[in-house]
Structures are given as C-alpha cells and as structure tokens.
C-alpha cells in the first residue's frame, strides 16, 4: 500500500487506543497483557482523563472493590500501564483516522516529538465525551465572563486551586452538577439555586442529597433563559416550564450571581468516528456496537463515554477491557467472520440500551436507562422470559443487567423494556 504520508515517519502496532482515561487505560492494559502490541494516545499531557480533577470519593467500589477518589482510581491504572510496560504518549493529539481495510487502521497524531503516523490492525477509540454548552441550550444575553461548564469549573478548582466565584447558580442537576454546588460549598462560596429543566433531579439520590445537606434550592420544571452583566455575569433570568417544557408566560424571575455554571450533560465525543462512516445511534449520540464493543467498521472498538454516558467510572473501565478483549479476538480472526447478529431492541420506558447487538456466544451486560422514573417496576425481555423485579427507576441512574449466553443464543431478537410490575 502507498504511503499516506510520505514525509511522516511511521509507527506500527497491532493495538492503537485514542483516550488515556480509565476507559483508554483500561483497555491498554488488557491488550497488553492479552500479548498484543499496543500503543496509547492521549491529548492531555498526564494520563486519567478527567478522573485526576474528581477529587470527592466514589470510584472503584466495582472494579477495584474499595471506595476511592479520582485521582487515586487514575492512579491505580496508571501504575498498572506502568508495570506492564505499556507504550503511551501524552500530548498526542489524534488529527485523524482512516480505515483502509479490515486489518489496516491509520492514526495520524501530533505531539511536541513532532507528526506521526500508526499502522495498527484496531483502534479502541476511548476519547470520552464534550460538555454541552450555554448557546446548545438556547441561553441568550450578554456575551461576559463568569460563564463555565462544569468540567471547566472542577478544573479551575481541582488542578488550578481558582475558585470561579463567589455567588453561583448551576444549570443541572446531574451528578457533575451536584457534586460541583458541593465543593463551591465546602469552598465558601454561595450557591444561589440549582436550576433543572425536568420535573425530577438528574443525579443520583445521594448527590442529591447534597443540595439539603448545604441548604442549596433546587428549581425543577426551571430554566436558565438569559444572561445579563457588564464584563462579568450580575443576573441570570429563569423561568417555569409545563410539562411540555414550553416556558410558562409570567413565571420569570432573576437571580443575582456573578457565576453561571453549565452542567447539562454530555455527548459522546465521536465525530472523528463519524468520518469514517461508523453509524451513530441517536439515543445514545455513541456508536452502535456488539457485544464486542465492536463498531459498524470492523476493528474499530470503542468504549466509555464515547459509547453511552456512564454513571460510574467502574463501568468505563470493565468496557475498555471488554474492548480489548473483542479487538484479540478480531485481531486472531483475520479481521473476518461470519455470523447471525441477535438485534436488542428498546421497549416500554427504555431511552437507551448498549450494546446493540449480541452474538448469544458470550455473557454479556447490558446498559440501559429509562425515560421516565417509574417505581415498583419490572424489567422484562419477552423473548427470553427474563423477568427482574425493580424498586424504583430513574433516567439519571443506569441499570446494568448481565444475560448468560445460554439465555440468548436462540433469541431471534431481544426487546428490553420497564413496566409496571
């Protein structure tokens, strides 16, 4: 084959994985100690992701089996790469993919060592997700400063030790958002209201205990509709929404605060897989996968956040492993096969559900969220006669449901849905 870049010096591997979060780390790790050659990238210049400015405990309780911070989770990877020695480089920006068949993969990336190109027979695409920001959820006013997005707060808070502000109001209730009101709290600055489009809180119910725990209002069935200041955020304009979430004429009303902080959730990182023809699913904005990881391009694996917004890094780093182990197997395969795909598909109050399809040749989890919450519920499979009784459902919380193979392996096809038991 020609050489893309003639003048770029050139890497070859049997693994490249994009992303040196826990989900990149992760899937690292277990390349390499499945015997393959593996290569990490990461544009940060220290590995972890966003896993080294999380500081609050909550981490591993699943995957390492003991409560942990952020940083300490990132940690406990890392020095595994280590051990292991896994080649990485930090600093590498990926500037593009391309696929030129089903065992030759190419990853241009830049880095201060200079421009190079990767010859691999895979790539475990584990690059995370974006924030959205102010102008995707229609906030209009003044163009000043004062206005973060979550991960950019934590950041200034976290690695930079700046407190953003003094007087806050925070768009979401999601854990990031939640987590976030509590450590501007414990810093000494005033968190004026939660603001939360939806009717129930976004986060799960122990961060929400965080806004009684500090005396923070929460405004659900509220939106932020503008900004207003003179160089800096003064007031920010809210108003009540039906249940159709159309603004209630009259209900507006200002809160003064000098800082607005965006937690309105995230979106899978994915456009560079887009480019190379992986299909999208919309519910999740990840790619659709199989019980492999695997994407509509053969050999191009993808895991964490950008393949569903996850709850917990636990199961970031439990799918970067399944990553790579779906990319030996393809690797050992020749990149070819051939076999019935069982289709999963969503029913009944179910907004999402990964992987997509299942090859009935292994136990799998499934990772699915509501669309509303619901208690006293039954997640069903009707083509298995899976049956699991629910206390309580809520779209900021995942379920995660592990089938056995023999459960599947005849199933033509799998509808999962959350009734009323």
Not at 250 to 277: C, H, M, N, Q, R
Request: with cysteine; charged share 25%; aromatic share 8%.
């Amino acid at each position: 084959m020609m050489k893309p870049f003639p003048e770029v010096p050139m890497l070859s591997y049997d693994v490249v994985v994009i992303g040196g979060g826990p989900a990149g780390m992760a899937s690292a790790i277990k390349a390499k100690e499945l015997g393959l050659k593996v290569l990490l990238l990461d544009e940060n210049d220290y590995l972890g992701g966003i896993l080294p400015q999380c500081i609050h405990p909550g981490f591993g309780i699943h995957y390492f089996k003991e409560e942990l911070t952020g940083p300490e989770f990132a940690s406990r990877l890392a020095k595994r790469l280590v051990e292991l020695g896994v080649e990485y480089r930090t600093s590498a920006r990926v500037l593009e993919i391309r696929n030129y068949s089903d065992l030759e993969k190419f990853v241009l990336f830049t880095s201060p060592a200079g421009i190079y190109g990767v010859w691999a027979k895979a790539i475990i695409y584990a690059a995370g997700a974006r924030e959205r920001h102010a102008f995707e959820i229609g906030i209009v006013g003044d163009r000043v400063s004062g206005i973060y997005t979550a991960g950019e707060a934590q950041t200034l808070m976290d690695i930079y030790g700046v407190l953003p502000g003094k007087g806050i109001v925070i768009v979401g209730s999601g854990d990031v958002g939640l987590i976030m009101a509590r450590r501007f709290s414990l810093e000494g600055a005033k968190v004026k209201a939660v603001i939360e489009l939806m009717p129930y809180p976004g986060g799960l119910a122990r961060n929400v205990m965080i806004l009684r725990d500090f005396n923070i209002p929460l405004y659900l069935s509220h939106k932020v509709v503008e900004v207003r200041g003179k160089g800096r955020v003064e007031r920010v304009k809210v108003v009540k929404v039906d249940k159709n979430l159309k603004e209630i004429p009259g209900s507006e009303f200002w809160i003064e605060a000098d800082t607005l902080v965006i937690s309105a959730g995230l979106v899978p990182a994915v456009k560079k897989l887009k480019k190379i023809g992986v299909e999208i699913d919309p519910a999740t904005a990840g790619p659709v996968v199989n019980d492999r990881l695997e994407t509509s391009v053969p050999g191009i694996f993808v895991a964490g956040n950008s393949l569903v917004i996850n709850d917990l890094v636990d199961y970031v780093a439990e799918q970067g492993e399944l990553a790579a182990e779906g990319a030996k197997e393809f690797i050992e395969n020749s990149g070819t096969e051939s076999r019935k795909w069982i289709k999963v598909e969503r029913g009944e109050n179910v907004r999402l559900v990964v992987p997509h399809y299942l090859s009935g040749e292994r136990d799998v989890y499934l990772y699915l969220r509501v669309l509303k919450p619901m208690e006293d519920v039954e997640l069903r499979i009707p083509e298995i006669g899976k049956r699991l009784k629910l206390l309580v459902v809520k779209p900021a919380e995942m379920i995660r449901l592990k089938l056995k193979a023999e459960e599947i392996r005849n199933a033509e096809k799998l509808t999962v849905e959350v009734t009323g038991a």
